[in-house]
T-cell receptor
Framework: GNSVTQMEGPVTLSEEAFLTINCTYTATGYPSLFWYVQYPGEGLQLLLKATKADDKGSNKGFEATYRKETTSFHLEKGSVQVSDSAVYFCALMRSSASKIIFGSGTRLSIRP | NAGVTQTPKFQVLKTGQSMTLQCAQDMNHNSMYWYRQDPGMGLRLIYYSASEGTTDKGEVPNGYNVSRLNKREFSLRLESAAPSQTSVYFC?????????????FGSGTRLTVV
């Protein structure tokens, strides 16, 4: 079936460090891929998305590239800030489907 | 600009009690969803409504019922609450189904069943 696997957290980094959160997926065909972010006490918000192979989604300094050959969609940011502390969810949706499938989430904590 | 509004924010129930979680969106979205979030398991879809007048089961529908009351409102009912239903519940909406449409989430309802 369709699924998303993320690296387990928590991930703790110092401010201005480089961030990578790994995400791989299993799906038939060419799904669309998403990263959602959940700040403390809030619902999820769409961070970025990519709808076809080699597409790069970007927003707020975060980037992720849709890699069909490795079935991956890793999230990166060059210099993290304390305000980036949140839970990050990788997700997919098949083109013929009507709902998003989420990974288990990765908690990120940034130290000042 | 309310987006998706969920009520209540917190609730404690005794085993066997019933309750309804309310969700309303003001974005004129056609599709609405109910997820539950449990530690280490991410979000799992309970039910969704692709459009007004339709509802479909998700991954974990057992023990729940839903009503798409109108285009704005999508409620989730627990008829006889069980401790296994202790979770954080999120309602979401999207303009339509399909990968071109991102979801807007409410801030959640934290439910404890004792």
């Amino acid at each position: 079936g369709n699924s998303v696997t993320q690296m387990e957290g928590p991930v703790t980094l110092s401010e201005e460090a480089f961030l990578t959160i790994n995400c791989t997926y299993t799906a038939t065909g060419y799904p669309s891929l998403f990263w959602y972010v959940q700040y403390p006490g809030e619902g999820l918000q769409l961070l970025l998305k990519a709808t076809k192979a080699d597409d790069k989604g970007s927003n707020k300094g975060f980037e992720a590239t849709y890699r069909k050959e490795t079935t991956s969609f890793h999230l990166e940011k060059g210099s993290v800030q304390v305000s980036d502390s949140a839970v990050y969810f990788c997700a997919l949706m098949r083109s013929s489907a009507s709902k998003i499938i989420f990974g288990s989430g990765t908690r990120l904590s940034i130290r000042p | 600009n309310a987006g998706v509004t969920q009520t209540p924010k917190f609730q404690v129930l005794k085993t066997g009690q019933s309750m309804t979680l309310q969700c309303a969106q003001d974005m004129n979205h056609n599709s609405m969803y109910w997820y539950r979030q449990d530690p280490g398991m991410g979000l799992r879809l309970i039910y969704y409504s692709a459009s007004e007048g339709t509802t479909d089961k998700g991954e974990v529908p057992n023990g729940y019922n839903v009503s798409r009351l109108n285009k704005r409102e999508f409620s989730l009912r627990l008829e006889s609450a069980a401790p296994s239903q202790t979770s954080v519940y999120f309602c979401a909406s999207s303009e339509n189904t399909g990968p071109n449409y991102g979801y807007t989430f409410g801030s959640g309802t934290r439910l404890t069943v004792v």
